[in-house]
């Protein structure tokens, strides 16, 4: 099964279970979950909470993430290329690639649990 969800790193494995941090819409977990129901995984969610975005990333992060995101470019299949997106942004390839890695490496260390 393929399906792409940004997730909080470590992956942990024990004891033939699976604990992982999503940071992803409530729609985008519900589908996973009857995917892998349907293959015969069972899921156990621990817990829901909210991603704190704001003060994380400075305006011209949070100006790419919302253009990457209304263009959707997280999507599958993609909504745009990232060649385009970037030249949409004014920026290069490579460049606009970085900056996203940048985001999502912000985005998850400043990650918060509501009920941590």
Do not use: C
């Not at 909210?50 to 100006?63: D, G, S």
Request: cysteine-free.
């Amino acid at each position: 099964m393929e399906y792409e969800i940004p997730v909080r790193y470590p992956i942990k494995v024990a004891a033939g279970k699976v604990t992982a941090d999503f940071i992803t819409e409530r729609w985008r977990i519900d589908e996973l979950i009857t995917k892998l129901d349907e293959l015969g995984f069972p899921v156990d969610i621990k817990r829901i909470g909210p991603v704190r975005t704001t003060h994380v990333l400075n305006e011209t992060q949070a100006k790419i993430l919302t253009t990457a995101l209304e263009r959707r470019y997280f999507e599958i299949p993609r909504g745009i290329k990232l060649q385009n997106l970037a030249s949409e942004i004014g920026i290069g390839a490579s460049s606009m690639s970085e900056i996203l890695r940048r985001i999502f490496k912000k985005l998850g260390l400043n990650y918060e649990l509501e009920n941590e």
